[in-house]
């Protein structure tokens, strides 16, 4: 069962506030190059080898470039878990200043809580018991401050 929007909180995985979600289809420039979503531009960031992060960049959809990720682990830089958070959030910065409607939903979301309503992930989301860390919703909220 996912949550409701409510006065206090937003779960954004579907739904009215999809734009949030880094599968959802806003075309990113990220390092002089466009990725057709912020999902791709984020697993790119994984690697320094410039084939990989093109095929990354290329993948056919936000999962095939997390598939693409996972599969190559191995490769991954080395720091990769101290930056991943930083990373994300100029990704997020990145969408809300280059695509209008994501701004506007953000700045529509208010002071509500905005929850990654995510079941398999309780890094990025709430995860299957709901207590997860949701470190994309804290990303988004910190990233609507910065806009206020």
Do not use: C
């Not at 954004?12 to 999902?39: A, G, I, Q």
């Not at 791709?40 to 997390?66: C, G, M, P, W």
Request: aromatic share 12%; hydrophobic share 30%.
């Amino acid at each position: 069962m996912h949550g409701s929007d409510t006065e206090k909180q937003i779960f954004f995985y579907e739904h009215e506030f999809y734009v949030f979600s880094n599968y959802s289809s806003f075309v990113l420039e990220w390092k002089r190059k466009l990725y057709p979503t912020s999902e791709h531009a984020y697993h790119s960031e994984k690697f320094s080898n410039e084939e990989l992060k093109e095929k990354i960049r290329n993948a056919r959809s936000a999962h095939d470039s997390q598939k693409f990720a996972n599969e190559n682990k191995d490769k991954r830089r080395v720091d990769w878990d101290e930056v991943k958070l930083g990373i994300m959030k100029e990704i997020l910065r990145a969408k809300v200043s280059q695509h209008p409607e994501v701004k506007k939903k953000l700045l529509e979301s208010g002071q509500r809580e905005l929850v990654e309503d995510s079941w398999r992930d309780s890094f990025w989301g709430w995860g299957p018991n709901k207590d997860g860390e949701n470190h994309l919703g804290k990303l988004w909220m910190e990233v609507r401050e910065e806009i206020l």
